[in-house]
């Protein structure tokens, strides 16, 4: 427990803030890597179809791009915002810009390294606030919205 820890909400007296948010990340980065493809599909046809060549490194770059902008502006991509998830920093505050850029790095380094994105969804789902390995390493958590309204 750190200092700034009092500004969470406990998930031993404050459960509805944590409940189903395994389940919940999960199903929001499923729509987002749906809009995701979508936007992409949207796009090649601007680079003369040669996006097509390379739609592997599009598909990260606009997928990043994506993550960064949604959660630096609302504290939440698109899918989270649907399943009613935001993230939070240890002292209770939304994310800004440099957050959203550190948690999507986190996030992107963990799917080039298959060992960490397992033992991410290993913590996210032993954990009592339902952390993964990013949220670990920048004291980070994502919380039901409904709950903090």
Not at 68 to 91: N, P, Q
Request: glycine fraction near 6%.
């Amino acid at each position: 427990m750190t200092e700034y820890s009092w500004h969470l909400p406990d998930p031993v007296t404050q459960p509805e803030f944590y409940s189903d948010v395994p389940a919940k990340r999960l199903l929001a980065w499923v729509v987002d890597t749906v809009l995701i493809v979508l936007i992409c599909l949207l796009i090649v046809p601007f680079t003369a179809f040669t996006g097509l060549f390379f739609f592997p490194f599009l598909l990260l770059v606009v997928g990043f791009a994506y993550r960064v902008v949604t959660i630096a502006r609302g504290s939440a991509t698109w899918g989270m915002r649907l399943v009613s998830l935001e993230f939070r920093k240890l002292d209770g505050q939304r994310f800004d810009l440099s957050m959203a850029l550190l948690h999507t790095l986190g996030l992107t380094i963990s799917f080039g390294f298959p060992i960490l994105q397992v033992i991410s969804i290993v913590l996210m789902l032993t954990t009592e606030r339902g952390q993964g390995l990013s949220d670990h390493v920048l004291g980070t958590v994502a919380l039901n919205r409904r709950a903090t309204a």
